[in-house]
């Protein structure tokens, strides 16, 4: 029996991504490129995940239900966030272009990015490279982008982000 050493961050990103794709069929290696991840890492990170029962053992299915009920109880205490100073960057959370009809706020929040176009409150992403990785991957940035409303948002925009993930998951 393999031993549990906790969820990382990147697990939480690597899931969501697996969801992204809405197919069995990926590779590691292609999971690792778009993510810009090591596949040592995403190898690790399945077999976190799988311990901790978020993928079958074939580890190429996701139990939408537990990352769904992680994201919505743990996530905001296992990777908390405070949001920063004003920074130039990539938009997150109620912030992201995809959320904008959802999330009726005069904040902006943003991952710091070289390319970033978007002055607002600094969020430190789950993952360095998300930011390149949810450009390439609408799905996955609006699931990441909520699980950060999630870290960091008040109480009702939570309820919110919560009803939306659940949404985009289990449906």
Not at 74 to 86: C, M, Q, R, S, V
Not at 117 to 132: A, E, Q, T, V, W
Request: net charge positive; charged share 30%; glycine share 6%.
């Amino acid at each position: 029996m393999k031993i549990h050493q906790g969820i990382r961050p990147q697990d939480i990103v690597i899931l969501l991504k697996m969801i992204s794709i809405r197919r069995e069929n990926w590779l590691m290696k292609d999971l690792a490129k778009d993510l810009m991840i090591s596949q040592s890492e995403v190898s690790e990170s399945l077999n976190r995940s799988q311990v901790a029962g978020f993928v079958s053992r074939d580890k190429k299915r996701v139990n939408k239900e537990a990352v769904v009920e992680f994201i919505s109880h743990g996530l905001k205490y296992t990777f908390p966030e405070e949001p920063g100073k004003i920074i130039r960057g990539f938009p997150t959370g109620q912030s992201a272009a995809p959320l904008y009809h959802v999330f009726n706020t005069q904040e902006s929040y943003v991952w710091p990015h070289p390319k970033g176009s978007r002055r607002g409150h600094y969020i430190r992403p789950l993952h360095k490279n998300i930011p390149d990785a949810c450009m390439k991957d609408d799905k996955l940035y609006e699931l990441i982008a909520l699980s950060d409303v999630i870290r960091a948002g008040d109480q009702q925009e939570k309820k919110k982000a919560i009803f939306e993930i659940r949404k985009r998951i289990l449906n």
